[in-house]
């Protein structure tokens, strides 16, 4: 089935910057888009934006745009997220999903397990 | 942008029915989604495009949307199914989605 599977936990500090990859395997990587979430603490889902990996093309959240930057990789089915500039309210678990079907719609059917990345000097 | 405004927490006792609202401006007109999320884990989509359920998804969870506010439904409410929801809608204007800030799910 669809997995996703996403890099490990990250400590970094203030002023530094990240990459989280997230490797899709058993189904056609350009198919679907890639979405990133995230969720700090205790706190609730916050959408970060996504990726169309057979265009490369993006679309960030507002509150993120000018850190943020999305790639992939087709040739290893694997998506990144590049955030920089980071600092304490950007510790959080970082997901990576796909929709249930092809286009924005229809729901996140598919999650990666999450990526810890934890900010303090 | 836009806006979906949950309930924080909700309370129910076993067996009993719980609603969970999700609330926008004119929210009738998008698809809505709704996850579970239990502590340490990824979400889980419930139910999307308002009212289907993916497939191993009890049938004790049902959605509704209308006018400005869409709602989780969760008949005989067990143990195990409390929990964080989150709704999510796409808004087409942005090209871009957004969630709710999500309902603890309390089962008495």
């Known amino acids: 089935q669809v997995q996703l599977v996403q890099s490990g936990a990250e400590v970094k500090k203030p002023g530094a910057s990240v990459k989280v990859s997230c490797k899709a395997s058993?189904?056609?990587?350009?198919?679907?888009?890639i979405y990133w979430v995230r969720q700090a603490p205790g706190q609730g889902l916050e959408w970060m934006g996504w990726?169309?990996?057979?265009?490369?093309?993006?679309n960030y959240a507002q509150g993120f745009q000018g850190r943020v930057t999305m790639t992939r990789d087709t040739s290893i089915s694997t998506a990144y997220l590049d955030l920089s500039r980071l600092n304490s309210d950007d510790t959080a678990v970082y997901f990576c999903?796909?929709?249930?079907?092809?286009?924005?719609?229809?729901?996140?059917?598919?999650w990666g397990q999450g990526t810890l990345v934890s900010v303090s000097s | 942008s836009y806006v979906l405004t949950q309930t924080p927490s909700v309370s129910v006792a076993p067996g009993q029915t719980a609603r969970i609202t999700c609330g926008g401006d004119?929210?009738?007109?998008?698809?809505v989604h709704w996850y579970q999320q239990k502590p340490g884990q990824a979400p889980v989509l419930v139910i999307y495009?308002?009212?289907d359920r993916p497939s191993g998804i009890p049938e004790r969870f049902s959605g509704s949307n209308s006018g400005n506010t869409a709602t989780l439904t969760i008949s005989g409410v067990e143990a195990g199914d409390e929990a964080d929801y989150y709704c999510?809608?796409?808004?087409?204007?942005?090209?871009?989605?957004?969630f709710g800030g999500g309902t603890k799910l309390t089962v008495l």
């Open positions: 999903a796909r929709n249930r079907d092809r286009g924005p719609y229809s729901g996140y059917a598919h």
């Open positions: 058993e189904y056609t990587f350009t198919d679907y888009y």
């Open positions: 990726i169309n990996p057979s265009s490369g093309g993006t």
């Open positions: 004119n929210i009738g007109s998008k698809s």
């Open positions: 495009y308002d009212s």
């Open positions: 999510q809608v796409w808004d087409s204007s942005s090209d871009q989605s957004v």
